[in-house]
């Protein structure tokens, strides 16, 4: 390989790699001449952090839990919504009704007993000439 005429030995390019004589000897000297000797009277105040930087992780850890559902309800959609089966009521017929208040009447005054009340009353509705004045 060629060697190049310009460049410099290696002797001479070390000696640019060293420390000054006495650098170390002075050098706490003029850093301590650099530092004032008190602090300024009129420190400056202390800013406060704008309401964007405060909010800044809350609205990020916002926007990831959002992100994050978009991206479940996009893998694992809703099923299809199933029939449900339906039942068809029927109405009753008036005679239905009146059969079953009828039934339920008569249990009721067999188990409590006829009281002069009901056994009058039954009288009055079972003769044909009852009227509603009669009470």
């Known amino acids: 390989m060629k060697k190049q005429p310009n460049l410099p030995s290696a002797e001479e390019s070390q000696a640019h790699y060293g420390v000054p004589s006495g650098y170390f000897d002075t050098l706490e000297d003029r850093i301590m001449a650099q530092i004032p000797e008190s602090q300024p009277e009129g420190a400056l105040?202390?800013?406060?952090?704008?309401?964007w930087i405060?909010?800044?992780?809350?609205?990020?850890?916002?926007?990831?839990?959002?992100?994050?559902?978009?991206?479940?309800?996009?893998?694992?959609?809703?099923p299809a919504p199933q029939q449900?089966?339906?039942t068809e009521t029927t109405q009753s017929s008036d005679d239905e009704?009146?059969?079953?208040?009828?039934?339920?009447?008569?249990r009721m005054t067999?188990?409590?007993?006829?009281?002069?009340?009901?056994?009058?009353?039954?009288?009055?509705?079972?003769?044909?000439i009852a009227?509603?004045?009669s009470y």
């Open 97 to 106: 009704y009146t059969d079953y208040y009828a039934d339920y009447g008569e």
């Open 54 to 78: 405060r909010l800044r992780p809350i609205v990020y850890l916002a926007a990831m839990f959002v992100s994050m559902n978009l991206i479940f309800r996009a893998f694992h959609p809703d």
């Open 84 to 86: 449900v089966a339906k």
């Open 110 to 128: 067999a188990s409590e007993g006829y009281s002069t009340y009901y056994s009058e009353l039954e009288d009055a509705l079972s003769s044909p």
């Open 45 to 51: 105040p202390v800013a406060k952090p704008k309401l």
């Open 131 to 133: 009227t509603l004045t």
